[in-house]
């Protein structure tokens, strides 16, 4: 039966059980793949050809910035090739069609030092002045998480899946699972991030031998990245910080930290889990200060008496 929907779903239900992808990308791929089936006329696969394909890309560029409309294509593009693969149509249609997107550079988002440091203190001040135990615990919590986002430059939906057994504060090490199931093993090279990861190991060690999962929230159950977003809010907002920080932009400014700090950007490419060092350079465009030292000490013209 070749009609689109139970063909996709057949889809969906290999890319769970044979290629293993995420849930987050499981869910985009539904999402882009269900917007696909009710934006063209034809509900067959077989009468899907490059002129409807044409219009269907057409209709997105109306809608949707060009990041957008390249990962809804890929989303189907990755369809078809299926489709091929399962001998479920005999010509691709996307082997005929040209598609280029000019994509804006996008620069990342950091945050200043100083504005890490202010938020740390606010939230290491807030343990030391809580008045209950639950709130002192809590504090202690959000500051491991903080350290941890900034001191490794993790992802938010990796730190919220790490598992206890991930951590090894001996050896001063994390093992993060990344996108498309890629492992990566990060150290952590400072003595105080260490110290507060241990003292909340301690604190928490029932909630995380209950389930499994390393940074727990106020009920034992898995930290979620929404209750991350809400954690920075709260401590901006206490430190008068005017700058809306996300979790992401921990990532960024570490990146970029290290680039202004003359680290190879090999190095970086690998401690963020990036599949391409295309990926990596775009902070080779935010690392300003950085160059601006070097212009201003290194170039020849400094030296010129006129």
Do not use: W
């Not at 293993?20 to 793949?33: E, H, N, S, V």
């Amino acid at each position: 039966m070749n009609d689109l929907p139970t063909l996709i779903d057949n889809y969906l239900d290999y890319c769970q059980n044979q290629k293993r992808l995420d849930r987050k990308t499981l869910k985009a791929y539904r999402i882009d793949l269900s917007q696909f089936v009710n934006c063209i006329p034809v509900s067959h696969v077989a009468q899907i050809d490059v002129a409807i394909l044409e219009q269907y890309v057409s209709a997105l560029h109306q809608h949707y910035k060009a990041k957008t409309v390249k990962r809804k294509i890929a989303s189907v593009k990755a369809l078809f090739h299926y489709f091929e693969y399962r001998d479920i149509i005999e010509r691709n249609p996307f082997n005929k069609m040209q598609l280029k997107f000019r994509e804006p550079i996008t620069l990342p988002r950091v945050i200043p030092l100083h504005t890490i440091e202010s938020l740390l203190s606010v939230i290491y001040r807030q343990r030391s002045e809580a008045p209950t135990a639950y709130q002192q615990k809590n504090a202690l919590r959000d500051a491991a998480v903080i350290e941890l986002l900034f001191a490794t430059g993790i992802r938010i939906s990796e730190l919220c899946s790490l598992k206890k057994e991930d951590i090894n504060l001996q050896e001063q090490s994390i093992l993060i699972y990344g996108k498309g199931a890629k492992e990566r093993r990060l150290q952590i090279g400072n003595d105080d991030v260490i110290h507060v990861l241990e003292d909340y190991e301690r604190t928490f060690f029932p909630q995380i031998q209950n389930n499994n999962f390393f940074f727990v929230n106020q009920n034992g159950r898995a930290l979620s990245d929404q209750s991350v977003r809400r954690m920075i809010n709260k401590y901006a907002a206490l430190a008068a910080i005017e700058l809306h920080i996300t979790p992401h932009m921990f990532r960024h400014t570490f990146a970029t930290s290290l680039l202004e700090a003359d680290v190879d950007i090999r190095y970086i490419q690998e401690m963020l889990g990036h599949s391409s060092i295309h990926i990596t350079e775009i902070y080779t465009h935010v690392a300003m200060s950085k160059q601006r030292n070097i212009l201003t000490e290194k170039h020849p013209r400094k030296d010129f008496h006129i």
